[in-house]
């Protein structure tokens, strides 16, 4: 239900001439000025809807039906995303254009060749209707000015929230009224997942098998990191044995257990933080991932075994009472999710070495983590929970055929080389965090010496 009210000073109605293109979703109107004398300095708009409720979640649905607008220095700003409670805000500023957004469609009104003056806008959720689940409100003020000289063309937006068509309105920004990503990861998801998602709907009708072929190419793209992670574990591992001697050696003092291991990994030529950077390089691809999907209108309506929409949750079952932080329903794709988790995490247990020093138990945490995010995703959409089920089986794959072709005893052979290389002053080129890493050991040792000379008085 929607409503547009567009009034003068005088309190009436002005004569409007629609126009409506053979294709697309826009409307372009234009307000006849000459019929009305204008006696003051602004005029009014008041836009008004009622949002119906369109999608399986209704609380999810609430939070994302909200307003978005663009100032005039190109600012976007959006009223806060929340369900339950009303949320407004005054714009005294121009602005350029001001949509209603909701989970899957959108509805902007754009001026033409000129700005709005200023707006009030309003988010109103109405919890006791599920029907009318929220109202949108914005009180809008334009130049009468403007309208005398002609400046009286609007172009409305009705249609989906779909990046590839909403990119397309001749409108400054008005694609950011698709929530791709946070601003920092939004390279990764405009250039790289939207077209190739766009390409692999070229080839595939079935989106289940399209999210599979996706997690191979992404996960094709990264395997040379994949790669680098699995030789720096391989490494450790091997050098586990001296660890485990320096342990027993020194005994519960963790510090310099810790020390004394840093110490060994310079001998080696070893890089302590080689094994992380590649897992932190993948990060912001699983992070955009995570902030896609959900907001990705292809899924919507999408099937792929027993889920009958991949954009929102599976309810493989429904509880007759709600646990709280989960829900009253089970997600097979989540629970799938969490089993392929928990396996990664034993077999990465498997396969990689007790790091002395550690205030957090790593290998339980591998564990407890998937357990967490069952919880989290159970009422996230079906489709970024098969992404991730996917995802973990390939990398799984990955290690166990990565595995097959590293020689460790290669590696062995290569760290007991860099060993009498570095003991002599040559060896491999050491990076700067190897030098940093030596400075602060030497700082630390000398430390050490100073407060056994000079110990503290009681």
Not at 63 to 80: C, G, M, P, Q, V
Not at 347 to 358: A, K, L
């Amino acid at each position: 239900t929607r409503s547009l009210i567009v009034t003068g000073v005088q309190t009436c109605a002005l004569p409007i001439c629609y126009s409506l293109p053979e294709s697309g979703f826009l409307l372009d109107f234009q307000l006849d000025a000459k019929s009305v004398a204008l006696t003051g300095g602004d005029y009014f708009i008041h836009w008004k809807e009622q949002v119906h409720q369109t999608e399986k979640d209704i609380t999810e649905e609430r939070k994302a039906t909200i307003n978005y607008l663009l100032s005039e220095d190109d600012e976007f700003d959006n009223l806060s995303e929340n369900p339950s409670s009303v949320t407004n805000e005054n714009i005294d500023k121009s602005t350029k254009w001001i949509s209603f957004k909701k989970k899957y469609f959108l509805s902007g009104l754009i001026p033409q060749g000129f700005a709005f003056k200023s707006a009030a806008l309003t988010a109103t959720p109405n919890l006791t209707d599920s029907s009318n689940i929220k109202t949108l409100d914005a009180q809008i003020i334009a130049s009468a000015q403007d309208l005398s000289v002609g400046k009286s063309n609007f172009t409305f937006y009705f249609g989906p929230n779909d990046y590839s068509i909403v990119n397309k309105v001749e409108a400054p920004n008005f694609g950011k009224n698709v929530k791709l990503s946070y601003d920092f990861l939004l390279p990764i998801t405009k250039y790289i997942f939207v077209p190739l998602f766009g390409f692999l709907e070229s080839l595939f009708t079935n989106y289940g098998l399209l999210i599979i072929v996706l997690v191979l190419i992404i996960k094709t793209a990264l395997l040379p990191l994949t790669y680098k992670s699995y030789v720096s574990m391989a490494k450790t591992r091997i050098l586990a044995p001296e660890i485990a001697a320096i342990k027993e050696k020194i005994g519960d003092d963790a510090a310099r257990v810790q020390q004394e291991t840093m110490k060994l990994y310079g001998e080696v030529g070893v890089n302590p933080l080689s094994g992380c950077i590649p897992v932190l390089a993948t990060m912001p691809v699983l992070m955009a991932v995570f902030m896609l999907f959900p907001n990705l209108i292809n899924l919507r309506q999408e099937s792929f075994l027993w889920a009958n929409d991949l954009s929102t949750y599976d309810s493989f079952l429904n509880l007759p009472f709600n646990i709280p932080f989960y829900g009253s329903h089970v997600s097979l794709f989540c629970l799938l999710m969490t089993v392929s988790q928990l396996a990664y995490g034993y077999y990465n247990n498997q396969i990689t070495p007790d790091q002395p020093g550690q205030p957090i138990n790593m290998k339980m945490m591998a564990y407890v983590t998937p357990v967490i995010f069952m919880f989290v995703m159970n009422s996230f959409p079906a489709g970024l929970s098969f992404y991730y089920f996917v995802s973990n089986l390939v990398t799984i794959g990955q290690q166990l055929a990565i595995r097959k072709f590293v020689n460790e005893d290669k590696i062995k052979a290569l760290l007991d080389e860099n060993r009498k290389k570095i003991a002599a002053g040559g060896g491999p080129k050491k990076s700067k965090f190897s030098q940093y890493l030596q400075t602060q050991l030497k700082t630390m040792e000398e430390q050490q010496k100073t407060t056994a000379k000079n110990p503290k008085k009681k």
